[in-house]
């Protein structure tokens, strides 16, 4: 039977398919990317490692909402409220900026699935998990939209870049991990095989979305299709 994604039942399904809470709390960086303020407004400093892991944040902003022929040294300084200077200091050159910043937001979603999949009630069917894997890395909301825009956009570049494109595989090879486990631990044979058909559903899935061609009830029934087809086991919950 699918599963829609629609108003009608978002209620019933929210207990094992809504995405984690990722809003972290409200702060803004200063312009000299030094400090965070809190909504208290006390200011903390920044080290280094968060000095880059907020200019990656804003090479993100960039690619998702004006794609890679939008990104420039200048245009992510201006999103970080930083000179360009400052952010040489970071990065020396674009392609540094670039390969820290796929590493960091991949990283991130690779953290944030393997959450999901340990934070499941135990025990739990092996398909409510991979649902839920699912619906982490489809864009059915507007933050997981800029993260696919995002991975977009680092695919283009990658095809050419053989640096982005190692990043890349190293990251699918932790992913295409975490679902052949919840594969292989429900006993389904050919966990691997399974677990890249599954991805490459999702890959075809999300350029669907973000070209709007199709409905997230159209793209979750796809979802529930194939995980019919897989093994009993699989088939509950």
Not at 11 to 30: E, G
Not at 94 to 120: I, N, P, Q, W, Y
Not at 135 to 152: G, M, Q, S, V
Not at 204 to 232: N, S
Request: proline share 5%; net charge positive.
């Amino acid at each position: 039977m699918a599963w829609s994604y629609s108003e009608k039942n978002r209620s019933r399904a929210s207990s094992s398919t809504k995405p984690l809470n990722r809003t972290p709390i409200p702060h803004f960086v200063d312009r000299t990317l030094h400090y965070k303020c809190n909504v208290g407004g006390m200011r903390t400093r920044l080290d280094p490692s968060q000095r880059r892991a907020a200019i990656a944040e804003a090479v993100g902003r960039v690619l998702s909402r004006g794609g890679p022929d939008a990104l420039g040294m200048r245009e992510v300084a201006a999103e970080a409220g930083v000179s360009t200077g400052a952010l040489q200091h970071h990065f020396t050159t674009k392609d540094d900026m670039l390969l820290f910043t796929l590493e960091h937001h991949g990283r991130r979603l690779v953290e944030r699935l393997s959450a999901r999949a340990a934070g499941a009630p135990r025990p739990s069917a092996p398909r409510r998990v991979l649902r839920a894997i699912a619906i982490e890395l489809l864009p059915l909301d507007e933050e997981r939209a800029a993260e696919a825009r995002i991975a977009a956009a680092f695919t283009l570049r990658a095809a050419a870049d053989p640096k982005l494109a190692q990043i890349f595989r190293r990251q699918y090879a932790l992913l295409h991990a975490l679902v052949a486990e919840q594969f292989g631990g429900a006993g389904v044979a050919d966990a691997d095989a399974r677990a890249r058909e599954l991805l490459c559903l999702i890959e075809g899935l999300r350029t669907q979305r973000l070209l709007g061609e199709m409905g997230d009830d159209t793209i979750m029934a796809m979802v529930e299709r194939l995980l019919d087809r897989l093994e009993p086991d699989v088939r509950q919950g």
